[in-house]
């Protein structure tokens, strides 16, 4: 059906023969597109389940690093120079000129504990935001929430400082905002729900045998709401909105890719 005159067209149809309008996909097939691999990898978590790869391979990564610099342990609880030297955030450093920690920091993990409890909430919380954000804006929604999260921490505190959990946190923001612009029963639900979230995770960080950076926390959440009360949920029409978050999610990509190329530059430059 034309969603500009309600006319029935064709599924081959590019443009409707009564009114002219341009016509897209259709609604299903955006919804739920075709899954990757032969069904291997669901397309409806197919981003989060992309930054769970990277996340490990950093970790992969930076355990080698450790280990060949002396720490046996180092499969199991990273070195905090490692961790610096791979992009940690660390005040001195940012304040330095050294903005790419700020995202950097984000995939990097300072033990096999830490990243574990972190990718299975990623992988849970990520596949429901895909869902209901989808791609464009769940890539725009997490690049912010870690850079605000950890511009959070910075500002709040000079200890070295790692983790998925700022954009987590940005994520749980996500579905706030949606519980609280949807004011349905779906959308009281979920706010109580992911309120409750948000809630434990904040008591849990102050706990102080975790070592938890409560700052990077707030920043992510804070980030990951505002972001998401802007960005709304995708609309069946492409409008301009649509095609701004799209860039929107190019552009966190490409400055992702140049904050990585920007650390492996002065990594090499520096040495150990």
């Known amino acids: ?26 609604a299903i097939d955006r ?28 970790y992969l990564a930076t355990a080698i690093y450790s280990i ?12 905090g120079r490692t961790l610096y030297d791979f992009g940690a955030k660390f005040r001195d450093a940012v304040l330095a000129g050294h903005w790419w920690r700020l995202i950097t920091a984000g995939f990097l ?38 850079v605000s999260g950890f511009m959070a921490s910075t500002f709040w ?28 029963a779906m959308g009281a639900a979920v706010k109580a729900m992911y309120g409750r979230y948000v809630v434990y995770g904040l008591l849990f ?7 938890v950076d409560n700052a990077a926390h707030l920043g992510g959440l804070a980030g ?7 960005a709304g949920v995708p609309g ?3 409008t301009w909105k649509e095609r701004f978050w799209r860039a929107a999610a190019g552009v966190s990509m490409t400055l992702t890719v140049m904050a990585f190329l920007q650390m492996f530059v002065w990594f090499t430059e520096r040495g150990r």
């Open 1 to 26: 059906m034309c969603p500009n005159c309600r006319a029935f067209v064709t599924t081959g149809d590019r443009e409707c023969p009564y009114c002219e309008a341009k016509l897209g996909d259709r």
């Open 31 to 58: 919804r739920m597109p075709a899954d990757i691999l032969g069904g291997l990898i669901p397309h409806a978590r197919f981003t989060t389940v992309m930054i769970l790869v990277v996340n490990f391979g950093f």
């Open 68 to 79: 060949q610099a002396g720490n046996e342990g180092g499969f199991m609880d990273i070195d």
């Open 109 to 146: 993990h300072g033990g096999m504990m830490h990243i574990v409890m972190n990718s299975w909430v990623l992988f849970d919380l990520g596949t429901q935001i895909e869902e209901l954000y989808g791609t464009s804006r769940l890539l725009a929604i997490y690049f912010v929430s870690t």
């Open 157 to 184: 505190s000079s200890s070295l400082s790692v983790g998925a959990s700022a954009g987590i946190f940005g994520l749980l923001g996500a579905m706030l905002a949606y519980g609280m612009t949807h004011r349905t």
């Open 205 to 211: 960080g102050l706990i102080p045998m975790f070592r």
């Open 224 to 230: 990951g709401f505002c972001c998401s009360w802007l």
């Open 236 to 238: 069946l029409v492409v």
